[in-house]
């Protein structure tokens, strides 16, 4: 499937009738026909019709177009008792192309023929004819199934090359991005590798872009600088009216027709050309597609929304290949853009560079909320201002970060690796990462506001210990745990002693920064996983979970040496001289089994601690309690 009517079984059962048909029209009414056969494959009929009045009919077929009727194919399969994946298999194995293209391939055919027919003597005869028309057909197959386009080049210039006998075949290819075409020699001819800018192309490309020209030799010259070439046949690759490509031949002396048949093999070279390009630009998008879906996945996995930005502006040079870059905020004011990452910059300068919104590039575009692509900066009308000395190239992209409606911030992106421009593609490329970037922006600020409100709902603004509300969800947490695995939970009040007079004498900002320096004390004494908390005034709690009496003295003992040797602006006008602390300890289960009954029992002991002079430790039912007997320290008491 499908050599018309030499193919498969099945192609014998069905397309008999079908050529039969298409070809009694295509000779009554001499002129070329397109036909599908059953299996829905596209294929032409032309008319020959010899010197003698005797009509001959040139078949061509096997291709499709590139959607399948999945419909008819299960009907085929059904009414032929096959299996249609086996005949969906072969179907898909053949070249693809689009009816229009078929049309054009016929007309051109009957061109040639019509032309090779009226050239008189020196035409072949009519078998010569077609079993030329055979080799071009069979090699027009053979390009089709090429995998690359320098296959697809090599093959048409080796044909033309061995086909018509020309010495020398150059052609011109697009370049990595088509920024502009590369020439070398193809066949015979050794060529350096140059540049063809496209509008240096379409100069040769003739306002019929299937028609071939001759070049001049100063066209010669200027294409092939040093080629001692006479002449040249500039035949355009063009398809669907589009140039992809050059083919020119030096020194050939073509026979009528001929040329008709070398623009037959041009078009189906750039047919077959546009066809790998599509497919390179789908298998492209594809991967591009999936590089950006893993690298969306990969954002959620930031901490926070510095990192976010961090990895946003990363995932950003990677896929447009850029050396330096910036992603900005909008802060709170909503005036002033703000770094959050920077690549290729110093940090001192990160961290004071700030852009108020509608000043400078970044500024306009947060502004206006539209992305800026800027191939010269000194160039473009929309700046106009001198190239400065950090950056490389003239050329940068800057891309709002824009959340329903609203901008967040900017991305800006500077000298590609290449030393390259940057251009709307890469704009394109951007567009989904910038789109999801922002809204995760959004989100993480969202969770940070969040979060700082259930902060600030459970800590001391002054200390920035947990405050009493926090403690009391907490010890009810702890309770249950400790109960449910037979573990302690110690509690420990304390209080500063004579703290009062203290910011009496001092001032409240004295007291302040004295509840600040304890905190800092507290936090130091303990585990991570302990929690101090800031009771009220000058009194602390501390929850040590799993810890029991007498692992809890060591904690409480460092902690009131500590703030005994702290030295304290003006703690000397103090009864004792010095700021120091009692504190109060009790645990559970010995003391009670309720948050309730612990702080009561710690209060009671931290109560004892006062009365008995201040600055010690005292603990709770302790006569009771085997593991706290014993303990050296003079300080500690125990409550009877």
């Given at each position: 499937?499908?050599?018309?009517?030499?193919?498969?079984?099945?192609?014998?059962?069905?397309?008999?009738?079908?050529?039969?048909?298409?070809?009694?029209?295509?000779?009554?009414?001499?002129?070329?026909?397109?036909?599908?056969?059953?299996?829905?494959?596209?294929g032409?009929?032309?008319?020959m019709?010899?010197?003698?009045?005797?009509?001959?009919?040139?078949?061509?077929?096997?291709?499709?177009?590139?959607?399948l009727?999945?419909?008819?194919?299960?009907?085929?399969?059904?009414?032929?008792?096959i299996?249609p994946?086996?005949?969906?298999?072969?179907?898909?194995?053949?070249?693809?192309?689009?009816?229009k293209?078929?049309?054009?391939?016929?007309?051109?055919?009957?061109?040639?023929?019509?032309?090779?027919?009226?050239?008189?003597?020196?035409?072949?005869?009519?078998?010569?004819?077609?079993?030329?028309?055979?080799?071009?057909?069979?090699?027009?197959?053979?390009?089709?199934?090429?995998?690359?386009?320098?296959?697809?080049?090599?093959?048409?210039?080796?044909?033309?090359?061995?086909?018509?006998?020309?010495?020398?075949?150059?052609?011109?290819?697009?370049d990595?991005?088509?920024?502009?075409?590369?020439?070398?020699?193809?066949?015979?001819f050794?060529?350096?590798?140059?540049?063809?800018?496209?509008?240096?192309?379409?100069?040769?490309?003739?306002?019929?872009?299937?028609?071939?020209?001759?070049?001049?030799?100063?066209?010669?010259?200027?294409?092939?600088?040093?080629?001692?070439?006479?002449?040249?046949?500039?035949?355009?690759?063009?398809?669907?009216?589009?140039?992809?490509?050059?083919?020119?031949?030096?020194?050939?002396?073509?026979?009528?027709?001929?040329?008709?048949?070398?623009?037959?093999?041009?078009?189906?070279?750039?047919?077959?050309?546009?066809?790998?390009?599509?497919e390179?630009?789908?298998?492209?998008?594809?991967?591009l597609?999936?590089?950006?879906?893993?690298?969306?996945?990969?954002?959620?996995?930031?901490?926070?929304?510095?990192?976010?930005?961090?990895?946003?502006l990363?995932?950003g040079?990677?896929?447009?290949?850029?050396?330096?870059?910036?992603?900005?905020?909008?802060?709170?004011?909503?005036?002033?853009?703000r770094?959050?990452?920077?690549i290729?910059?110093?940090?001192?300068?990160?961290?004071?560079?700030?852009v108020?919104?509608?000043?400078?590039?970044?500024?306009?575009?947060?502004?206006?909320?539209?992305p800026m692509?800027?191939?010269?900066?000194?160039?473009?009308?929309?700046?106009a201002?001198?190239?400065?000395?950090?950056?490389?190239?003239?050329?940068?992209?800057?891309?709002?970060?824009?959340?329903?409606?609203?901008?967040?911030?900017?991305?800006?992106l500077s000298?590609?690796?290449?030393?390259?421009?940057?251009?709307?593609?890469?704009?394109d490329?951007l567009?989904p990462?910038?789109?999801?970037?922002?809204?995760m922006?959004?989100?993480?600020?969202?969770?940070?506001?969040?979060?700082?409100?259930?902060?600030?709902?459970?800590?001391?603004?002054?200390?920035?210990?947990?405050?009493?509300?926090?403690?009391?969800?907490r010890?009810?947490?702890?309770?249950s745990?400790?109960?449910?695995?037979g573990?302690?939970?110690?509690?420990?009040?304390?209080?500063?002693?004579?703290?009062?007079?203290?910011?009496?004498?001092?001032?409240?900002?004295?007291?302040?920064?004295?509840l600040?320096?304890v905190?800092k004390?507290?936090?130091?004494?303990?585990?991570?996983?302990?929690?101090?908390?800031?009771?009220?005034?000058?009194?602390?709690?501390?929850?040590?979970?799993?810890?029991s009496?007498?692992?809890?003295?060591?904690?409480?003992?460092?902690?009131?040496?500590?703030?005994?040797?702290?030295v304290?602006?003006?703690?000397?006008?103090?009864?004792?001289?010095?700021?120091t602390?009692?504190?109060?300890?009790?645990?559970?289960?010995?003391?009670?089994s309720?948050?309730?009954?612990?702080?009561?029992?710690?209060?009671?002991?931290?109560?004892?601690?006062?009365?008995?002079?201040?600055?010690?430790?005292?603990?709770?039912?302790?006569a009771?309690?085997p593991?706290?007997?014993?303990?050296?320290?003079?300080?500690?008491?125990?409550?009877q």
């Amino acid at each position: 499937m499908c050599r018309v009517d030499e193919g498969p079984p099945l192609c014998s059962r069905l397309c008999p009738s079908v050529i039969d048909k298409i070809v009694n029209t295509a000779v009554s009414s001499n002129k070329p026909k397109v036909f599908r056969c059953p299996a829905g494959l596209v294929g032409f009929a032309v008319p020959m019709r010899s010197s003698a009045g005797q009509f001959h009919c040139l078949i061509g077929g096997g291709v499709r177009e590139k959607s399948l009727d999945l419909y008819r194919i299960e009907a085929l399969a059904k009414t032929e008792n096959i299996n249609p994946f086996t005949l969906l298999e072969q179907l898909q194995n053949l070249p693809i192309t689009t009816e229009k293209a078929v049309e054009e391939t016929a007309d051109r055919v009957s061109g040639v023929v019509a032309s090779l027919l009226s050239a008189g003597a020196d035409t072949p005869p009519a078998d010569k004819l077609t079993e030329k028309l055979h080799a071009v057909v069979a090699i027009s197959a053979g390009i089709d199934k090429a995998k690359t386009a320098a296959e697809t080049i090599s093959l048409l210039c080796e044909t033309i090359g061995l086909l018509f006998d020309i010495p020398g075949i150059a052609a011109a290819l697009p370049d990595d991005g088509n920024e502009g075409f590369s020439l070398q020699g193809a066949w015979g001819f050794p060529i350096a590798h140059e540049r063809l800018t496209t509008a240096t192309l379409h100069r040769f490309v003739p306002g019929n872009p299937t028609g071939k020209s001759v070049l001049s030799g100063e066209e010669i010259n200027e294409l092939f600088p040093g080629t001692d070439a006479q002449s040249a046949l500039c035949f355009p690759l063009a398809a669907h009216g589009e140039p992809v490509g050059l083919v020119v031949l030096f020194n050939s002396d073509l026979k009528a027709g001929d040329d008709l048949l070398v623009e037959l093999l041009t078009g189906r070279a750039a047919t077959r050309l546009t066809v790998l390009k599509r497919e390179e630009e789908f298998t492209r998008e594809s991967a591009l597609s999936g590089r950006l879906l893993t690298m969306v996945n990969s954002l959620t996995l930031a901490e926070g929304k510095e990192e976010l930005c961090h990895r946003i502006l990363e995932m950003g040079t990677e896929l447009v290949y850029a050396s330096c870059g910036s992603l900005m905020l909008i802060d709170e004011s909503g005036e002033t853009l703000r770094i959050e990452s920077a690549i290729g910059m110093n940090r001192q300068l990160a961290r004071i560079m700030n852009v108020r919104k509608g000043n400078g590039i970044a500024g306009r575009v947060a502004a206006g909320g539209h992305p800026m692509v800027v191939n010269d900066i000194e160039k473009d009308e929309r700046i106009a201002a001198p190239n400065r000395p950090r950056f490389k190239t003239k050329s940068f992209i800057s891309m709002p970060l824009t959340f329903k409606g609203e901008t967040l911030g900017v991305l800006n992106l500077s000298d590609k690796k290449n030393q390259g421009i940057f251009t709307e593609a890469d704009l394109d490329i951007l567009s989904p990462l910038v789109s999801h970037a922002a809204s995760m922006i959004q989100r993480a600020s969202s969770h940070e506001s969040i979060e700082l409100l259930e902060r600030l709902s459970i800590t001391d603004p002054l200390t920035e210990l947990y405050n009493r509300r926090f403690l009391e969800k907490r010890m009810e947490e702890e309770l249950s745990r400790s109960l449910r695995n037979g573990l302690h939970l110690t509690v420990m009040l304390m209080d500063l002693d004579n703290f009062k007079t203290y910011n009496d004498l001092c001032g409240h900002i004295a007291g302040d920064k004295a509840l600040k320096k304890v905190a800092k004390i507290l936090r130091g004494s303990v585990r991570d996983m302990d929690v101090v908390t800031r009771y009220g005034g000058e009194e602390f709690c501390i929850l040590l979970p799993g810890a029991s009496k007498k692992e809890s003295i060591f904690v409480a003992e460092r902690i009131r040496r500590t703030i005994e040797n702290e030295v304290f602006a003006g703690e000397e006008d103090l009864p004792q001289g010095r700021l120091t602390t009692s504190i109060g300890i009790s645990s559970f289960p010995e003391d009670g089994s309720s948050a309730n009954a612990l702080i009561d029992a710690s209060d009671i002991a931290l109560y004892r601690a006062k009365s008995e002079g201040r600055n010690r430790i005292v603990i709770s039912n302790s006569a009771a309690d085997p593991e706290t007997r014993g303990f050296p320290s003079p300080l500690v008491q125990r409550k009877q």
